[in-house]
């Protein structure tokens, strides 16, 4: 096996963590802003203003848990330990965020609030550990574009499982009380992500560490990664990445319902097919990487899907079968960029250390995460806010025209215009893959030059040691 290439079993055990992951944020994706207006009951503006409201408090603890995990010291590394101590919190608050209390409606507005943050808090706490650590498995960028694959690939796997069986078993277990079936099939999914966090945390292996270890204050830290010009450019293409694809699926199950006016059976079906064009999107990145420059793909795929995402408006919604071929040809393209934009973080990281001489891996995902939460906040609070303003209403038999082409537009026009904000924003990057080469030879040279001076350093306190101390003056001499 060549130098920094991983085996199978360690790409597969690191998909699983975001598959973990996914199996709760997959829901949060497809069925939070719907269950919170049709099944927990709230308004859809004041959805809205809950899920932008927590990224307030993201903008604190973020930062906060990435200088934490860079500083943990343990035999496990620095960032793997938190799939194993913060794996049953975020479970747990994730079932109790798809619960319904019998409360009055302020009561059950202060419910989801509180639960909503407790679950962000957790995920904060597994997921930026989680993120950094797939920086520092490796330090070969093809090998990072595959980990990324075979990462997007067990997601689509986590996701195809939630979409295919949440709402099956929501009837199952709940019937015509939608509360417990949902309530309970989280639970489900709860289960088997706690085992997939597990099985992550047990087989990968930290092997990169800084060539400078981060000894300073967390304001210095936050100080440095700024001076990292690419990294303040993938915030921004991280913020704009998620925007898109986020606002289509929290506008799915309303797509699936209202527009083309079918049952939950299909829209579970319709979500399935989806997936399965995600995992082939995600597949597809490391072999056209190998071919081409990683930004290039990432542009393209932007300017395809703004075409496509923009034409998917003009088709008839009730020709089910030309929607479902667009539909999961659209998920293709979707998903092929999402290993390509994880495995520049990990690049921009590198970027940082050559150019500013500290590696703050736990910081810098920090704050890919914020900007990716705040992605997620504002696309799900534009549907929650656009619905509201279309008209639309959670208790109707029939939506009016003018809520249906909300909704329509939430799905095809809006998507397509963020696609495009994103293929200018990858124009900014300049980790390109030459950029990339010379930066990875550098960084060798400085990790093994820092090994051998530790090695010295050592050896010559070692020899030191072993030398008896003797009187150093003539008083000395007289005391003894």
């Given at each position: 096996?060549?130098?920094g ?5 360690e790409?597969?055990?690191?998909g ?30 004041l ?14 603890t973020?930062?906060?848990?990435g ?22 919190p ?15 409606y ?17 995920y ?20 990072r ?14 996701t ?10 929501a ?23 706690l085992f ?41 293409l ?6 898109p694809?986020f ?5 799915t199950m309303y797509y699936?319902?209202w527009v ?17 064009g ?5 597949a597809l ?18 300017i395809?899907?703004?075409i ?32 390509l ?19 703050v ?20 609070a ?8 279309y ?15 909300g ?11 963020g696609y ?5 924003v ?17 960084l ?31 008083k ?5």
């Amino acid at each position: 096996m060549k130098e920094g290439a991983l085996s199978f079993k360690e790409k597969v055990a690191y998909g699983m963590g975001d598959a973990g992951c996914n199996m709760i944020g997959g829901a949060i994706m497809l069925f939070l802003n719907y269950f919170y207006t049709d099944v927990f009951g709230l308004a859809p503006a004041l959805v809205g203003v809950l899920l932008l409201s927590v990224r307030v408090i993201d903008a604190v603890t973020d930062p906060i848990m990435g200088a934490i995990a860079d500083r943990t010291t343990t035999r496990w590394g620095r960032f793997r330990p938190y799939l194993l101590w913060v794996s049953v919190p975020y479970v747990l608050f994730s079932v109790l965020m798809f619960t319904t209390p019998e409360w009055s409606y302020n009561s059950k507005v202060i419910y989801a609030f509180v639960t909503y943050f407790l679950m962000s808090l957790t995920y904060t706490a597994i997921n930026i550990p989680y993120c950094s650590l797939g920086g520092v498995i490796t330090a070969d960028p093809h090998e990072r574009v595959a980990c990324q694959s075979y990462r997007f690939f067990m997601v689509g796997i986590a996701t195809l499982i939630l979409s295919s069986t949440l709402l099956p078993m929501a009837d199952f277990f709940g019937g015509a009380d939608k509360a417990k079936g949902y309530q309970m099939s989280m639970g489900v999914m709860a289960i088997i992500a706690l085992f997939m966090f597990l099985f992550c945390f047990s087989s990968v292996k930290e092997r990169i560490q800084p060539a400078v270890p981060s000894k300073h204050a967390l304001k210095s830290d936050l100080k440095d990664v700024w001076k990292n010009d690419q990294w303040v450019r993938i915030l921004l293409l991280t913020f704009c990445n998620v925007c898109p694809g986020f606002i289509r699926m929290a506008a799915t199950m309303y797509y699936v319902t209202w527009v083309m006016e079918k049952s939950t059976s299909f829209a579970s079906m319709f979500i399935s097919l989806g997936v399965v064009g995600m995992m082939i999107g995600s597949a597809l990145a490391k072999p056209l990487t190998d071919k081409y420059c990683k930004l290039k793909v990432f542009f393209w795929a932007n300017i395809i899907l703004t075409i496509f995402s923009c034409g998917f408006y003009f088709l008839d919604p009730h020709a089910t079968t030309l929607i479902l071929v667009a539909y999961f040809i659209l998920n293709i393209m979707h998903q092929l960029p999402s290993p390509l934009h994880w495995s520049l973080m990990a690049d921009v990281d590198d970027y940082g250390e050559w150019k500013t001489g500290k590696r703050v891996t736990g910081i810098s995902f920090s704050g890919n995460l914020f900007f990716l939460k705040c992605g997620l906040a504002v696309a799900g609070a534009m549907v929650g806010f656009l619905l509201s303003a279309y008209g639309y209403n959670a208790g109707a038999t029939q939506q009016s025209d003018h809520a249906i082409n909300g909704i329509m537009l939430l799905f095809t026009i809006i998507p397509g215009v963020g696609y495009l904000i994103t293929a200018g924003v990858v124009r900014l990057l300049k980790v390109d893959r030459e950029t990339m080469r010379t930066i990875q030879a550098d960084l060798e040279i400085r990790r093994r030059n820092y090994r051998e001076l530790n090695e010295y350093h050592n050896a010559k306190n070692t020899q030191d040691a072993d030398i008896p101390s003797v009187p150093l003056n003539s008083k000395e001499l007289k005391h003894e």
